[in-house]
């Protein structure tokens, strides 16, 4: 251990938060509707699997681009070979067009400024190591990814300080936050170099507003420091309000090529838009020449493999399929979501109105013993390991406010999303009657004046889910 890096020992990486354990808790026991009817399901996990038919049948109908030919030629060589970090001017071509796309055209993006990564989570770290290092800090609204402990400040030892965000206006970023964040900062002496927003949010699913758009731009104007939009989910807004991406805000407030144009920069990836996380392809996209050319050069530690390139920029470029992929997607999000909401409806669970993302961000207060996060953990725990659901508790996504739960619609088949919502419809009324019989043994303590111990119970429950299958 004495010969290891500090790295190794320091537990800033976030793996031991309640997100990743859930995970590792699904992964002992993952359910199957055939091999282990009983087992875990996964819910904590943000994968978009609704459109992989559209996907296999444009596979199906361009072999070329699979098996490594170009006009029916063999181009395995060329790509074998190719190692360039500037990337595949085709695909780099193709990523932009697609970005545009999914904002409706309102805003175009030129290859020059873009820089391919490994994921959004590469891209999400090498901002970090052109922005800021130890010492510095990025403010970040709350409720906000788990993973961002680990990609912004566990290789890079910058630190994050949460604008406070709460569900009095549905978790909307304020003035006051962002300066509240900013002097909080200050007290820890620590100097701020930016402010990252997810838009659209996880965990929360919806669209950041205009006001809040403006805002930010007023905030990163005034404070002269950097604004990092993570548009991951961009292509998966379904419903009004329509997503405004930060680059349509400073086009039309004409602050194109200004002093604030080059502090902004956006992240991207093509894990949640088109459900491809293991192909690891990611970008960032600034407006500022030199954080370009050093990203570039640091994306050498985590390129995007030439084959993926290839066979991505085929699919890219075919506009028929991108135009119906796009709409198909947000129809199925939509419907899927719509049975999320009305599965939770049925458990008398309601969750924050939502136009977007994998998930929703459900309201679980009514269900906690107290308004603490020791009971959101004890409720996720029995979520967890009697219900058999891997939920994220908000408090892994740093909520300030307990009960809160990120709830995943996409990664799971239609009959496994309804045999989940009725295990938690059994589960809450089973609290609702532990609640009961809770009650009427208070009454019959009273009552008797004797003394007893009351023990909550969830054998009810567990009976009840015997029966449900
Ligand atoms: C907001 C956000 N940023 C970045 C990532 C990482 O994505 P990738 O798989 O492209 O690395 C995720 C993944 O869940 C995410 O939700």
Known sequence: MGLLSRKVTCNSHGQDSSYFLGWQEY?????????????????????????????ESWLAKNPDAVSFKREEQSIFKELALFQDYHGLPAFKKALVDFMAEIRGNKVSFDTDHLVLTAGATSANETLMFCLAEKGDAIL?????????????????????????????????????????????????????????????SNPLGTTMSRNELDLLVNFVTDKEIHLISDEIYSGTVFSSPAFVSIMEVLKDRKLENTQVWERVHVVYSLSKDLGLPGFRVGAIYSNDPIVVAAATKMSSFGLVSSQTQYLLSAMLSDKKFTKEYISKNHKRLQKRQNKLVSGLEKAGISCLESNAGLFCWVDMRHLLSSNTFEAEMELWKRIVYDVKLNISPGSSCHCTEPGWFRVCFANMSEDTLK???????????????????????????????????????????????????
């Open 27 to 55: 992964e002992k026991n993952p359910y199957d509707e055939v091999k282990n009817p009983k087992g875990i399901i996964q819910m904590g996990l943000a994968e978009n699997q609704l459109c992989f038919d559209l996907l």
């Open 419 to 469: 045999l989940a919502m009725q295990r938690l419809k059994s589960f809450v009324s089973s609290i609702t009657i532990d609640n009961q019989t809770h009650q009427d043994l208070k009454n019959m303590r009273k009552k008797n004046r004797t003394k007893w111990v009351f023990r909550l119970s969830f054998q009810s429950f567990h009976d009840r889910e015997q029966g449900e299958r």
């Open 140 to 200: 970040l609204p709350t409720p906000y990814y788990p993973g961002f402990d680990r990609d912004l400040k566990w290789r890079t030892g910058v630190e994050i300080v949460s604008i406070q965000c709460s569900s009095s206006n549905g978790f909307q970023i304020t003035e006051s936050a962002l300066e509240a964040a900013y002097q909080e900062a200050q007290r820890k002496n620590l100097r701020v170099k930016g402010v990252l927003v997810t838009n659209p």
